[in-house]
């Protein structure tokens, strides 16, 4: 069973441009949540999709956003970039189930770098 | 707000001793606690996870032990070997759906 891809896996980007990451789930699991980790604030949750819906959603500013398509893929976007927003960025699928006592599966994450 | 052991020590342990990695939660409706390993350049790994309704949940070679009365969440490694040296974190779920909230993580270095 393949595990949790995340394309592209490095990118560089400058201030102010806007940045597409992409993750395909574990066949079969329908939820989808990302992750920015850095040495300063380490993991932190950014939003989850379940069926094409967002369920939850973390603290960050609406330049961050994210979509899920009907086969479960996941994109997120974050616009007008800053030097902050260089990280690891981390997708975790899960078969989803609502109790939240779901085991998440996470990819090797996309390395942003903003000069 | 909620918080997970935000601090990343370093356990320095020797190859074939006991390793025990301690965290701190603050949010008391947490039900569901979950340890993490991750490995230069690769994503957290799944090791074991407690429901709030136990206190203690073992695996192969790892142990997980929940006290909720101190909001406290420890891990045990026995018989450490260098393939455990990593970084670990913890994690706490207490919403519908998934959102982990996230230790700082613990670095375990293993000498040979």
């Known amino acids: 069973k393949a595990g949790v891809t995340q394309t592209p896996r490095y990118l560089i980007k400058t201030r102010g441009q806007q940045v597409t990451l992409s993750c395909s789930p574990i066949?079969?699991?329908?939820?989808v949540s990302w992750y920015q980790q850095t040495p300063g604030q380490g993991l932190q949750f950014l939003f989850e999709?379940?069926?094409?819906?967002?369920?939850n959603k973390g603290n960050f500013p609406g330049r961050f956003s994210g979509r899920q398509f009907s086969n479960s893929r996941s994109e997120m976007n974050v616009s007008t970039l800053e030097l902050g927003d260089s990280a690891l960025y981390l997708c975790?699928?899960?078969?989803?189930?609502?109790?939240?006592?779901?085991?998440?599966?996470f990819g090797a994450g996309s390395r942003l770098t903003v000069l | 707000g909620e918080s997970v052991g935000l601090h990343l020590p370093t356990l320095s342990v020797q190859e074939g001793d006991n390793s025990i990695i301690n965290c701190a939660y603050s949010?008391?409706?947490?039900?569901?606690f979950i340890w993490y390993k991750q490995e230069s350049g690769k994503g957290p790994q799944f090791i074991i996870d407690?429901?709030?309704?136990?206190d203690k949940r073992q695996g192969q070679r790892v142990t997980v032990l929940l006290n909720k009365t101190v909001k406290h969440l420890s891990l045990q490694i026995a018989a450490t070997q260098p393939g455990d040296s990593a970084v670990y974190f913890c994690?706490?779920?207490?919403?519908?759906?998934?959102?982990?909230?996230f230790g700082g993580g613990t670095r375990v270095l293993v000498k040979p």
């Open positions: 999709y379940f069926s094409e819906t967002q369920r």
């Open positions: 066949s079969g699991h329908r939820s």
């Open positions: 994690a706490e779920n207490g919403a519908a759906g998934n959102k982990l909230t």
């Open positions: 975790a699928s899960s078969d989803g189930g609502g109790s939240g006592a779901n085991v998440l599966t």
């Open positions: 407690i429901r709030s309704n136990m």
């Open positions: 949010n008391s409706a947490s039900d569901y």
